[in-house]
Every structure is written in C-alpha cells, then in structure tokens.
Nanobody, 117 residues
Framework: QVQLVESGGDSVQVGGSLRLSCAFS????????MAWFRQAPGKEREGVAT???????IYIPSVKGRFTIAKDNAKNTLYLQMNSLKPEDTGMYYC???????????WGQGTQVTVSS
C-alpha cells in the first residue's frame, strides 16, 4: 500500500522560503512519476512541479525559477524547495504519485502554506 505524508508547511512572510517534504512508502520506486499540486481557497487544484522517472523536472510558469522539486530515492522523500514566496503561493500543497500527469493514483493529505505581506 502506498502512503504519502507531507510536512513542512507553515506561515511565512512575502519573500520567505519553505521546504516541503513528502515521505513515501509502498510501491513507489525511482521510475514513479511524482508531483506537487496546490489548491488555493476557491480555486481548482493545479499541478505546480513534476519529476519524471528519468529525473526530468517541469514547472508551471508562475513558480519557475523560484521552486525546485527533487526526489531522494535513498531516503524515500520528495521535496519542494520554495523561495521568494508570494501571497499567490498560498494554498494546500499535496504530494502525488502515479504513472503520469494524467494517471495520478496516490495523494497525500496535504500541508498548508500561507504567505502574508
């Protein structure tokens, strides 16, 4: 059984940094597609950053250059380093895993990020 457990969410000031972690267990290996999604109040969930089995990373334009996704297979942990945070980065952040962006099979419970000015 796959488990994804996020941590690291917090309240920070504009321009601050946070590192989110997602500890994973079960049928996830180095080839598994993984991603970070977020959902702001009143908005749909959106994919923020993804990492494919061969290590390719993809970001949405609004976070490119500020966020970095990384996966440590030895520690079974997915990370999201977030720098230069903006109020629009506020939301619940979810770790996800699956075969591809169109086939997400597993979700974590989420960790809250709040950025205030």
């Amino acid at each position: 059984q796959v488990q994804l457990v996020e941590s690291g969410g917090d309240s920070v000031q504009v321009g601050g940094s946070l590192r989110l972690s997602c500890a994973f267990s079960g049928a996830i290996d180095s080839e598994t597609y993984m991603a970070w999604f977020r959902q702001a109040p009143g908005k749909e969930r959106e994919g923020v950053a993804t990492i494919t089995g061969n290590g390719r990373t993809i970001y949405i334009p609004s976070v490119k250059g500020r966020f970095t996704i990384a996966k440590d297979n030895a520690k079974n942990t997915l990370y999201l380093q977030m720098n230069s945070l903006k109020p629009e980065d506020t939301g619940m952040y979810y770790c996800a895993a699956g075969l591809s962006s169109a086939e997400i099979d597993y979700w974590g419970q989420g960790t809250q990020v709040t950025v205030s000015s």
